[in-house]
């Protein structure tokens, strides 16, 4: 038997059992799908380790334009669907928001991973806070009801400036999170940016005490960072070799991070800071062992175009 055939047999037996929610998560961030469709693929596909992909789903954007970018995408890495950027929740009333998630639900049930159903939801310029709970609660049901795996992001802001101290995130949580999603979320990551927050660089037992105490209130959620990122140019590649090193225990530590910036920095994969996170995770996966089979393999099932 082959090489070729001996890699195809292995990847038959074990993409079936495969899932996003049996690994800790490689994770990026997609806005623009569309582009560079093909540069993508081949950039998502060529990591070390198979790659979730968060793509955003665009305001005003109807589900069924994004049919090509998620076919182009899934083959080779896992799907993180964003209902909506926090940036434009506060334009949706409760209802709409709610019809926008079974829109998406209907188009995508089966080819998203894990729903994020809120986008830094204790962010003061989300709107109402009884309206973003209603929001929320609200999706939540809708992917659980179909039951899908779901995602909240929150925004971690201890260290940045705000003057409004009901939106720091652990107060936010406690007053407006249910019971029920507190025990109920399969994923709770948070996003951070050193950009807004003064450049604050907390240290890794800083970053562990706050995940200890997010386990504390969602003990059977997996925690992550769902967004990081810097627009500085000199400091992407630290950036990305900071976060995607973190070494958090726990086992309810999935990692995630979700480089924003992915197609603007890694694509096409020729790029330096492509070449930068593939370095950094592959040596994560060679550490610890607990990162997907590369996505490469699954394009060997793939019929010729």
């Known amino acids: 038997m082959n090489i070729l055939a001996i890699l195809i047999l292995l990847t038959s037996c074990l993409c079936v059992e495969e899932t996003v929610a049996d690994t800790k998560i490689f994770g990026v961030t997609i806005d623009d799908p ?71 639900l209907d188009e995508f049930a089966g080819s998203v991973d894990i729903w994020e159903i809120g986008n830094e939801v204790n962010g003061d310029w989300l709107g109402i806070i009884t309206d973003v709970k209603a929001k929320i609660e609200g999706a939540y049901s809708l992917v659980k009801d179909r039951g899908l795996t779901t ?7 201890k260290s940045c400036y705000y003057d409004k101290p009901e939106h720091e995130m652990f107060n936010w949580i406690n007053n407006n999170i249910s019971e029920e999603m507190k025990n109920g979320l399969d994923y709770v990551f948070f996003s951070y940016y050193e950009d807004d927050c003064e450049g604050v660089v907390h240290t890794e037992a800083e970053w562990q005490q706050v995940f200890d105490s997010l386990h504390t209130i969602f003990p059977n959620s997996k925690l992550g960072f769902g967004e990081i990122g810097t627009e500085n140019g000199e400091k992407k590649a630290e950036y990305m070799q900071r976060y995607y090193s973190l070494d958090i225990n726990g086992d309810y530590f999935v990692g995630g991070y979700f480089w924003w910036y992915y197609k603007e920095d890694c694509v096409p994969k020729t790029t330096a800071l492509w070449n930068t996170l593939d370095t950094v995770v592959t040596r994560e996966y060679r550490e610890n062992n607990q990162y997907p ?9 793939l019929p010729e175009h």
Do not use: C
């Open 293 to 301: 089979l590369p996505p490469v393999l699954n394009l060997l099932l």
């Open 34 to 104: 569309w582009q560079q469709q093909a540069e993508t693929r081949d950039a998502l596909s060529s990591h070390a380790v198979k790659p979730t992909t968060r793509i955003v789903f665009d305001e005003n954007v109807n589900a069924s334009e994004y049919r090509d970018a998620v076919s182009n995408i899934k083959p080779v890495s896992f799907i993180m669907g964003e209902i909506l950027d926090s940036y434009y929740v506060s334009d949706l009333t409760v209802q709409q928001y709610l019809d926008r998630t079974e829109q998406y």
């Open 151 to 157: 995602a909240l992001n929150l925004y971690y802001n």
